[in-house]
């Protein structure tokens, strides 16, 4: 087994203030979510501009931030905050759940949408296969900070970390590195080499939500359970395997109805359309989305808990 190196969470520290690993990986995933879709929307006949990533981004942050820790305090925090009114505010305490950044990201890409004139399925679609680094990176600062540790093991690559209760240290499976391994790695190179040709609107977004659900799920399995919820039910069913399978049963009705309705993305094409793509872009030699009447042809471009 491997020891576990203690790292100090605290990358830098100016008098009073501190610099999180931590936070170093958000900001790492946000300046990466930016780079790819900067890189997308330069793409030949892609109907995002430069400032539109731009703006996008602005609303992405907020909806990850605001969902993150609103959803920590609902999802794992409520007895924290009926010990303390004040602890949704106490950010740098940690706490940030993924499946409440996901539900603000939702919302935040539907405002933006909203306000652009463009299709919420686009924008969930130009969205998807951005925030696969990001993943990854807070799982990283998990590791760092010595948080979310799997089930005891013996594996020779299992780490040993200290025992809560005293005594000899345990060895413990890295959940924290398996999800960074799945959940970030595999999902954004599934998804972004995806999205490389057109997809029909809402399979990108079906994809990543299968591929995370389906990674969140079976890591849970070797993943300890949360402190003061335990199991729900079964003794295996966990908090974060709960929230996974409405993903996965969204994603896969979305994949359905993607191919099934096949309607193209609005994400080539005229700026600001609500859907229609006016003008065939991508890459040379790609099958071309079928027209719908009134339609152009449509190439695609493309503490966490």
Same mark, same amino acid.
């Given at each position: 087994?491997?020891?576990?190196?203690?790292?100090?969470?605290?990358?830098?520290?100016?008098? *009073?203030?501190?610099?999180?690993?931590?936070?170093?990986?958000?900001?790492?995933?946000?300046?990466?979510?930016?780079?790819?879709?900067?890189?997308?929307?330069?793409?030949?006949?892609?109907?995002?501009?430069? =400032?539109?990533?731009?703006?996008?981004?602005?609303?992405?942050?907020?909806? =990850?931030?605001?969902?993150?820790?609103?959803?920590?305090?609902?999802?794992? +925090?409520?007895?924290?905050?009926?010990?303390?009114?004040?602890?949704?505010?106490?950010?740098?305490?940690?706490?940030?759940?993924?499946?409440?950044?996901?539900?603000?990201?939702?919302?935040?890409?539907?405002?933006?949408?909203?306000?652009?004139?463009?299709?919420?399925?686009?924008?969930?679609?130009?969205?998807?296969?951005? *925030?696969?680094?990001?993943?990854?990176?807070?799982?990283?600062?998990?590791?760092?900070?010595?948080?979310?540790?799997?089930?005891?093991?013996?594996? *020779?690559?299992?780490?040993?970390?200290?025992?809560?209760?005293?005594?000899?240290?345990?060895?413990?499976?890295?959940?924290?590195?398996?999800?960074?391994?799945?959940?970030?790695?595999?999902?954004?190179?599934?998804?972004?080499?995806?999205?490389?040709?057109?997809?029909?609107?809402?399979?990108?977004?079906?994809?990543?939500?299968?591929?995370?659900?389906?990674?969140?799920?079976?890591?849970?399995?070797?993943?300890?359970?949360?402190?003061?919820?335990?199991?729900?039910?079964? %003794?295996?069913?966990?908090?974060?395997?709960?929230?996974?399978? *409405?993903?996965?049963?969204?994603?896969?009705?979305?994949?359905?109805?993607?191919?099934?309705?096949?309607?193209?993305?609005?994400?080539?094409?005229?700026?600001? $359309?609500? %859907?229609?793509?006016?003008?065939?872009?991508?890459? +040379?030699?790609?099958?071309?989305?079928?027209?719908?009447?009134?339609?152009?042809?449509?190439?695609? $471009?493309?503490?966490?808990?």
């Amino acid at each position: 087994m491997i020891p576990y190196p203690h790292i100090n969470p605290v990358a830098v520290r100016i008098g *009073p203030l501190s610099v999180h690993w931590y936070g170093i990986m958000y900001l790492v995933g946000f300046a990466a979510a930016w780079w790819l879709a900067r890189r997308r929307a330069a793409q030949p006949g892609s109907s995002w501009r430069a =400032v539109d990533v731009d703006d996008f981004l602005f609303y992405a942050m907020l909806g =990850v931030i605001l969902g993150g820790r609103i959803g920590y305090v609902l999802f794992y +925090g409520l007895p924290l905050w009926r010990g303390d009114p004040l602890y949704p505010l106490k950010i740098w305490q940690g706490g940030m759940s993924f499946h409440g950044g996901l539900i603000g990201v939702l919302v935040a890409v539907a405002i933006f949408a909203w306000r652009r004139g463009r299709h919420v399925g686009d924008v969930f679609d130009f969205t998807a296969p951005l *925030p696969g680094i990001g993943l990854f990176c807070g799982r990283v600062g998990n590791f760092i900070n010595g948080e979310l540790w799997g089930k005891p093991s013996s594996l *020779p690559w299992a780490f040993l970390v200290p025992n809560p209760n005293g005594g000899p240290p345990i060895g413990r499976q890295p959940s924290q590195l398996y999800e960074a391994l799945l959940e970030g790695v595999v999902l954004f190179t599934i998804v972004w080499v995806f999205t490389r040709r057109q997809r029909p609107r809402y399979a990108a977004s079906g994809l990543f939500l299968i591929c995370y659900a389906v990674a969140r799920i079976a890591v849970e399995f070797v993943r300890e359970p949360d402190i003061g919820i335990g199991y729900i039910a079964f %003794g295996w069913l966990t908090m974060g395997q709960l929230l996974s399978a *409405p993903m996965l049963l969204a994603g896969l009705i979305l994949i359905w109805a993607a191919y099934h309705y096949d309607i193209p993305s609005g994400n080539f094409g005229k700026a600001g $359309g609500s %859907g229609s793509a006016t003008g065939a872009g991508g890459a +040379g030699g790609e099958r071309e989305v079928r027209r719908e009447p009134g339609r152009g042809a449509a190439s695609h $471009g493309g503490s966490a808990r």
